[in-house]
């Protein structure tokens, strides 16, 4: 089975950043999709980012576009999310997330198909 770590997260102001990374371990995940997302208080579960297999495609939620960027290193079978200005609004734990498919063609937003997770890092911004 594979494991994810997530790590980064804490507590900022509205305007700062944060840079969150997951670790993977138990088996490689080049062939698999790898993605972000984000749960608030009385809230689902909702996309935040994703990039393919291959790293050559992202796929960003509307709220968090430019603000942003998911990266990962196939070398070190790592991921990380830079976030950039962030506002009140980005207030939830985050979620790292694999693709359950290798060599999916295209990046999915929908959560279902992420068959590994990791537990989770709480991100609070204040205003």
């Known amino acids: 089975q594979v494991q994810l770590v997530e790590s980064g997260g804490g507590l900022v102001q509205a305007g700062g950043s944060l840079r969150l990374s997951c670790a993977a371990s138990g088996r490689s995940l080049s062939n698999y999709a790898m993605g972000w997302f984000r749960q608030a208080p009385g809230k689902e579960r909702e996309f935040v980012a994703a990039?393919?297999?291959?790293?050559?495609?992202?796929l960003y939620a509307d709220s968090v576009k430019v603000r942003f960027t998911i990266s990962r290193d196939k070398a070190k079978n790592t991921m990380s999310l830079q976030m950039n200005s962030l506002k009140p609004e980005d207030t939830a734990v985050y979620y790292c997330?694999?693709?359950?498919?290798?060599?999916?063609?295209?990046?999915?937003?929908?959560?279902?198909?992420?068959?590994?997770w990791g537990q989770g890092t709480q991100v609070t911004v204040s205003s």
């Open positions: 990039i393919s297999w291959s790293g050559g495609s992202t």
């Open positions: 997330a694999a693709d359950g498919v290798p060599l999916r063609v295209a990046v999915t937003p929908t959560r279902r198909a992420y068959n590994y």
